[in-house]
Every structure is written in C-alpha cells, then in structure tokens.
C-alpha cells in the first residue's frame, strides 16, 4: 500500500514543506558522496570523511547537556576513532574541528539515520505537513519543525546525558508536525494505493495508525541506528527524538495552535 494524500482540502502552496525535503535530500545525497573509507578523514583518527560529517554535523548529547564543552576523535583500539568530549575533548580536538553546538544542534534537525529514515520522513511530511503547513502558515510550521525537534533532541539527551555518540534528528521535527496534524485532523483519512497484484486499487485509511505506524517503525533499529563508520562504538538508536517530537506538537497545536477546522465525517448511510 503506497500513501497518496489526505482527505482534507488546502488553499496555501507547500512551500516550506518542499524546502524542508529539498534540504533533507541534499544533506543525504552529499552524505552519499563523501568516503567512508577509513582514514580517509581530516584528522589522525580512522574516521572517515562521512563519519566525521556526522560527528561534526550530529548533535552530542553531552555537547547539549554540557553547552560550550569541546569534543573531537582520538585514536582508539584497533585504529577506530573514538568521541571525546569536556576535558578529554580539549585534548582530542585536534582531531578534526567540530561545529558549535548551537550549529550542530540545527543541522542535526536535517539529518536522516539512514536511507529508509529518510523515505520515511520526507514521504509523511509531504503527506501531512502540507496539511498543516495550510493550518499554520510559512512561519508557524517551520518552528513547530525546529523546536520540536530540538524538544525530542533534548528529551533523548537527558537520559543519555554523557553520551558521546552524534544523533540525527530529522525524526524529532517530522515527529512534531505529525503530531501537530493529529490535534487538528485526527479524524483526517489518507488515500492509499495498493499495488498488489489482483488487488490494485485505490481505499482511503485513518490516519492515526499511518501515524502510530510511522513512531513505531522509528523503534527498528534498521530504521533509527546511525551508522558512523569509523568509530569505536556504535550509537544507540535515538528513540526518544520521535517521540519526544511527536509529544511537543501535539501539546503545543492543542494550547497555541489555531481554531480546530471541521473535521472530515464519513459517510455511513451507505
């Protein structure tokens, strides 16, 4: 089953929504061509050019929770890189140099864990964002997208708060704005298009367990883990950003956000 549209009616052109896909597959496609050989970074470490993108570029949760500490790559056993940040970082900055925080807090909110994250992402912003990009309006859904993900940013932080590890948090803005739409169309309908053989045809869903659907695949491994090559340990997957995102624009449409529009009824008199 391949997700077409919503059922609901939009005046405005997505043009947000677009650019926010747009950025997200240039990121990913420069990404792509970097080399993960390794060693083939800057540095003295085995990183390679797309790890250390991702160290540099990522966000640290001990960066988040540490705002201004250093961090870089030393050498670690078996010719791996390994993060280091605070006092350590001081001595292992010269690696490579890392972004500000602040900046890597922001690219991060761009970055995909992978190519089945990215898919997944941009395919339901395009779905739903439009939607509420028509709700909010150009400035609205943009900082619903980057507060949002900076909320799921720090909601994983806090339980990893030492963790050296760069996380991509496209999920935690995508979340947000999935989020956002339930608030204001959670008796929405997306139109599917099932493409199985003898069963080719067109039905219309809820939307709520695309939705529910989408925060549980961000649990997979496979869909969640950045894998960074390179380094000395591998990160965790960063399950908190999603939701963490998904609950900060649920909660901040149904306190701030606009008059809920009526809601989409079916028919079922027939």
Known sequence: MVPIK???PTARRPIVTLALIAISFVLFGYQLIL????????????????GQFSITHGAIPDRLTHPGSDCGVASAAGGVGKVLCGDEGLIAAGAFDTAPWLTSLITSLFLSAGLLQLLLNTLFLWLLGNTLEDDLGW???????????????????LIEPGSTLPVAAAAGGVAAVLGG?????????VLMMSVIPFFAGFVEVPVIPLVTGWLLLQFLPAISELSVTGIAEQPPGPYLVGLGGFLFGAVIIRLFGPTRPPQPVADDSR
């Open 6 to 8: 919503d059922n609901v």
């Open 35 to 50: 080399s993960d050989a390794p060693e083939s970074g800057d540095g003295r470490s085995a990183v390679s050019e797309r």
């Open 139 to 157: 400035a609205g859904l943009v900082a619903l997208y980057l507060f949002g993900g900076v909320f799921g940013l720090y909601a994983q932080s």
């Open 181 to 189: 739409y339930l608030v204001l169309h959670a008796r929405a309908r």
